[in-house]
């Protein structure tokens, strides 16, 4: 017989849902940093509505992504980017998809925006399949903490990407909300 799977619903965060959102990161990340993280980058210019998202499951939060605003830094100039941070799933609700989901969604999202590309710190082995590529190969850099990888450093490019823009190419400048994370 066919497994059944309970379907996954992708929508934008509202403010209800706020608190059961600081119980998923908090529980996925086991500390409240990225739980704070989270509460910043919504009080902040950079907070994008639209990009933040719930997955929810038998009608609870599950899952929660942000792509919000940063700086890239190139040589002639600084433009705002995507950067898609933090990522979180419940844990009694990991390896089902809900990640997956959250990802694709959001990216799809940037794309219809016309956002070049999203930018994001994380595991290049779960990155990759949603199309991420180590952004040093394309003259983007991230900062990234001792311990991280490389490869750590991602760049997914979008429909709208031109290769000749050369302010597509330099530093990531994250925004004043990121400080101390
Ligand atoms: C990382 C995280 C968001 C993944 O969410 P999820 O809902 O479990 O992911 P999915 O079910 O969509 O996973 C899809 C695949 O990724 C793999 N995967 C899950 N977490 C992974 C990780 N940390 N590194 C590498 N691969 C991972 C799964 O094995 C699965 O592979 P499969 O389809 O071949 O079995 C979730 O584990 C989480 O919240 N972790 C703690 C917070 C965190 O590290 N966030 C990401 C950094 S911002």
């Known amino acids: 017989m066919e497994e059944e799977h309970t379907p996954i619903v992708i929508?934008?965060?509202?403010?209800?849902?706020?608190?059961?959102?600081?119980?998923?990161?908090?529980?996925?990340?086991?500390?409240?940093v990225e739980a704070d993280l989270v509460d910043r980058?919504?009080?902040s210019p950079e907070?994008?509505?639209?990009?933040?998202?719930?997955?929810?499951v038998d009608g609870d939060v599950v899952g929660h992504v942000m792509v919000s605003g940063a700086v890239l830094r190139s040589a002639m100039t600084d433009r705002r980017i995507s950067m898609l941070?933090?990522?979180?799933v419940r844990p009694d609700r990991q390896?089902?998809?809900?990640?997956?989901?959250?990802?694709?969604?959001v990216l799809?999202?940037?794309?219809?925006?016309?956002?070049?590309?999203?930018?994001?710190e994380g595991s290049p082995d779960y990155y990759r399949r949603f199309g991420f590529e180590h952004s040093?190969?394309?003259g983007?850099?991230?900062?990234?903490?001792?311990?991280?990888?490389?490869?750590?450093?991602?760049?997914?490019?979008?429909?709208?990407?031109?290769?000749d823009d050369a302010t597509l190419r330099g530093k990531v400048i994250y925004p004043p909300a990121f400080d101390g994370v």
């Open 95 to 105: 390896r089902a998809g809900v990640g997956s989901a959250l990802v694709r969604a």
């Open 47 to 56: 907070y994008v509505p639209d990009m933040a998202l719930v997955a929810e």
């Open 136 to 138: 040093a190969s394309h």
């Open 41 to 43: 980058i919504r009080a």
């Open 85 to 88: 941070s933090p990522l979180s």
């Open 140 to 163: 983007i850099e991230i900062d990234l903490p001792d311990w991280a990888p490389p490869e750590a450093e991602q760049v997914d490019l979008l429909s709208s990407f031109d290769p």
């Open 11 to 32: 929508r934008p965060e509202s403010s209800d849902d706020h608190s059961v959102i600081r119980d998923v990161v908090a529980a996925a990340f086991d500390s409240d």
């Open 108 to 120: 799809a999202l940037a794309d219809e925006r016309g956002e070049p590309l999203v930018v994001v």
